[in-house]
Nanobody, 129 residues
Framework: QLRLVESGGGLVQPGGSLRLSCAASGFTLGYYAVGWFRQAPGKEREGVSSISSSGASSSTHYADFVKGRFTISRDIDKNTVYLQMNSLKPEDTAVYYC????????????????????WGQGTQVTVSS
């Protein structure tokens, strides 16, 4: 059974950091592109970052609103993708989801929900003082 499980969310003060994990079971995550998305209350889900498959050099992509603050990476041995989030802001508060799909070419790609078919259940991130 293909499964993605996010973890690492929580409550953090503005300016703080969190590292989200997306662990896969039932399939080899390195064969797939992985995207991080978020959805705040009353807002549409938006793409945050993505990393291409290992075969596509694990190239990374970021939405403008997280560039310089968030870093996506993968650990092949642990079958896990991470999202390191630094300098967090209250507007980063949302449920964060990871998803797996096929690579989409383009150096300026921002992850789109329609490109990903397998989703985790989400983890809550709250940035508040």
């Amino acid at each position: 059974q293909l499964r993605l499980v996010e973890s690492g969310g929580g409550l953090v003060q503005p300016g703080g950091s969190l590292r989200l994990s997306c662990a896969a079971s039932g399939f080899t995550l390195g064969y797939y592109a992985v995207g991080w998305f978020r959805q705040a209350p009353g807002k549409e889900r938006e793409g945050v970052s993505s990393i291409s498959s290992s075969g596509a050099s694990s190239s990374t992509h970021y939405a403008d609103f997280v560039k310089g603050r968030f870093t996506i990476s993968r650990d092949i041995d642990k079958n896990t993708v991470y999202l390191q989030m630094n300098s967090l802001k209250p507007e980063d508060t949302a449920v964060y989801y990871c998803a797996a799909g096929f690579d989409v070419p383009g150096s300026d790609y921002v992850p789109r929900s329609a490109d990903f078919s397998s989703w985790g259940q989400g983890t809550q991130v709250t940035v508040s003082s």
